[in-house]
């Protein structure tokens, strides 16, 4: 298993315009506007890395091995759920040559719907943060009126 001990964006965006050159090239679910580009990966509370990377046919969300330990070994296909600070997400098994295991999440497949890559890069930056973002407290119940302050009596 490939173990990534630095950020694997850079080596991801290497590997994934390798496939926009080849396999992709010319099909119609692809997007001309969009190039392919690995933002910065963070590590997650396991170890792991976990990153979004933009290509001309998807958004997608990844995970990497960060480290041996505790990195779940599931058959390509298959799924697994992964935990962020704002929630569980599903993610399903994959592996490639130059990259090793990786899970795979899709935000936007195909990402037809840009009319630009800043757009989906802003679009993917702003999935990133919402990603490591705790959910948000509910609001607290609004306090509700005295009897006297509702019928506008002093109190």
Same mark, same amino acid.
Request: hydrophobic letters at 50%.
């Given at each position: 298993?490939?173990?990534?001990?630095?950020?694997?964006?850079?080596?991801?965006?290497?590997?994934?315009?390798?496939?926009? &050159?080849?396999?992709?090239?010319?099909?119609?679910?692809?997007?001309?506007?969009?190039?392919?580009?690995?933002?910065?990966?963070?590590?997650? &509370?396991?170890?792991?890395?976990?990153?979004?990377?933009?290509?001309?046919?998807?958004?997608?969300?990844?995970?990497?091995?960060?480290?041996?330990?505790?990195?779940?070994?599931?058959?390509?296909?298959?799924?697994?759920?992964?935990?962020?600070?704002?929630?569980?997400?599903? %993610?399903?098994?994959?592996?490639?040559?130059?990259?090793?295991?990786?899970?795979?999440?899709?935000?936007?497949?195909?990402?037809?719907?840009?009319?630009?890559?800043?757009?989906?890069?802003?679009?993917?930056?702003?999935?990133?943060?919402?990603? %490591?973002?705790?959910?948000? &407290?509910?609001?607290?119940?609004?306090?509700?009126?005295?009897?006297?302050?509702?019928?506008?009596?002093?109190?």
């Amino acid at each position: 298993m490939k173990v990534w001990e630095a950020d694997p964006a850079p080596a991801l965006t290497r590997a994934f315009a390798s496939i926009a &050159a080849t396999r992709m090239a010319g099909l119609a679910i692809c997007n001309a506007a969009l190039q392919v580009e690995a933002l910065p990966f963070r590590r997650t &509370a396991e170890g792991h890395w976990a990153g979004l990377i933009i290509t001309p046919w998807a958004i997608n969300l990844l995970c990497l091995p960060g480290h041996a330990g505790n990195w779940p070994q599931r058959a390509a296909g298959s799924k697994h759920d992964w935990r962020f600070p704002s929630g569980d997400y599903e %993610f399903i098994v994959a592996e490639a040559a130059d990259i090793g295991s990786y899970h795979l999440c899709s935000l936007f497949s195909p990402a037809l719907e840009f009319a630009s890559h800043e757009q989906a890069r802003l679009t993917a930056e702003a999935a990133a943060q919402a990603l %490591f973002a705790a959910p948000s &407290a509910p609001p607290p119940p609004a306090a509700l009126p005295s009897r006297r302050a509702f019928l506008g009596l002093s109190g």
